[in-house]
């Protein structure tokens, strides 16, 4: 066992301590990512992430530097990692909780036990006052309290502290993070106990701030931190969530493209430049995608709280005119209405084609040959004989939306202000 120390972020912080047990020796550390779904007939589930793409738009639009925002997903299924947190006279010495992961805001949150307004989960709330290492922050020998909004118009209210989380290293050991700081929620008026049986107890903010997990890891991690999403289906596979430089996953046909952060906010920006269907490159105004970093609309986030991608107006409209005349070329399709909220609704004669015939779609982002290919399981959605595209119309900004990062594994390097990407098969748990 050996202890790194990292440094303190403010000077009235505690530093946070890394400990690394069972013979772990290097400074990955993973979380793995589990699902969590209601059993929705397909029309709602798509109905539910169409709805949750415009409340997360709206959360994204209010996010700044002087109110740290947290989100709250109404969805059919989550992107969820599982962790450890706090001292106690049991074995293992922690308690298990899932959080919800969110690369677009920048605090680490979860329901505490002694809540006045509380959403029911599974297990119960963390139970503060019997954890040895729980640390209230003090501001004049005050404890130190937050109050956090959201796009929906749900709210939490409770008290800054640290504690003691734990998560699994590479090769199995297990890695003990002392003094990180996070948000004891007390007063909770929020989405995830409308689930039945709920496991969600809080919220993972991998953001640009100092309060972000990632950016509390300090240096061990070297500012990096990793994902692949799979498709999401009955058999889900099981994928992680990586902290740390792990070289075994750097390829030859990695692309790179630059990172950006628009005036203090939390989400990741990149420049995305063009796009295409298929080979063929659309005609849109580059200016309409442009990331202008003193503006305050414009450019395109890269998160994972957005279900579906948004494609600002003008150029969405380019695009779902370019696949409606690529599907107008083919026999057996029809296009439908439906009340989905999606744009672009076909049926096929055929029930067993799935993603067959169906066109990929390719993002130009800012950089050499940085080119995001999404294969047809990333573009639509399908059902039997009909599909739909699963993007929307944005009227401000561009999101690249987790339906489609499937199947690419995505890394995220803060430090030097990038994001490295590729694609997997994300199955296979690479």
């Known amino acids: 066992m050996f202890s790194i120390y990292l440094n303190p ?21 993973l979380a793995r990512i589990a699902f969590f779904r209601r059993n929705l007939p397909y029309e709602e589930r798509i109905k539910s992430l169409v709805s949750q793409s415009n409340i997360r738009r709206n959360y994204l639009a209010k996010t700044t530097s002087s109110i740290m925002k947290t989100e709250i997903r109404e969805q059919d299924f989550l992107y969820t990692v599982k962790v450890g947190i706090g001292t106690f006279k049991s074995k293992p010495p922690y308690k298990e909780y899932y959080l919800e992961m969110d690369t677009g805001s920048s605090l680490v949150w979860m329901q505490c036990e002694g809540c006045t307004k509380c959403f029911k989960q599974t297990p119960k709330p963390f139970p503060k006052q019997n ?29 800054s502290a640290r504690e003691t989380f734990y998560l699994t290293s590479k090769n199995g050991g297990l890695a003990k993070i002392e003094n990180l700081e996070f948000g004891c929620g007390l007063d909770n008026v929020i989405q995830y106990g409308k689930y039945k049986n709920n496991k969600i107890a809080g919220l993972m903010g991998l953001g640009w701030d100092d309060t972000s997990f990632v950016k509390q890891l300090g240096p061990i991690i070297k500012g990096v931190f990793s994902y692949c999403l799979p498709l999401v289906s009955d058999k889900t596979p099981t994928t992680y969530l990586r902290f740390g430089d792990d070289k075994s996953h750097k390829e030859k046909n990695s692309k790179i493209t630059p990172l950006y952060r628009r005036n203090q ?16 490159r659309l005609k849109i105004d580059p200016k309409m995608l442009d990331f202008k970093n003193n503006s305050t609309s414009g450019g395109c986030i890269i998160d994972t709280g957005t279900p579906y991608s948004r494609i600002v107006g003008p150029a969405f409209n380019v695009l779902k005119l ?32 799935k993603y067959s015939n169906l066109p990929s779609v390719t993002l130009h982002l800012r950089g050499s040959h940085a080119d995001f290919v999404m294969k047809a399981e990333a573009v639509f959605e399908v059902t039997g004989k009909y599909f739909y595209l699963a993007m929307v119309r944005d009227g401000k900004e561009s999101i690249i939306g987790s339906h489609q990062q499937i199947n690419h594994r995505l890394i995220h390097d803060i430090k030097n202000k990038r994001l490295v990407f590729y694609p997997v098969d994300s199955s296979k748990n690479p």
């Open 322 to 353: 370019e696949l409606e005349k690529y599907f107008s070329r083919l026999k057996g399709f029809k296009k439908i209405k439906t009340d989905f909220g999606l744009d672009l609704c076909y049926e096929r004669s055929s029930t067993t084609e």
């Open 131 to 159: 954890s040895t290492s729980f640390r209230p922050i003090l501001v004049n020998n005050k404890p130190r309290y937050y109050e956090y909004g959201y796009g929906d118009g749900s709210t939490t209210i409770g008290m």
């Open 265 to 280: 906010d939390s989400p990741y920006f990149v420049n995305l430049q063009g796009i295409n269907v298929n080979e063929t």
């Open 9 to 29: 972020r403010t000077k009235q912080s505690s530093s946070s301590k890394l400990q690394w047990f069972e013979n772990s020796t290097n400074p990955s550390i």
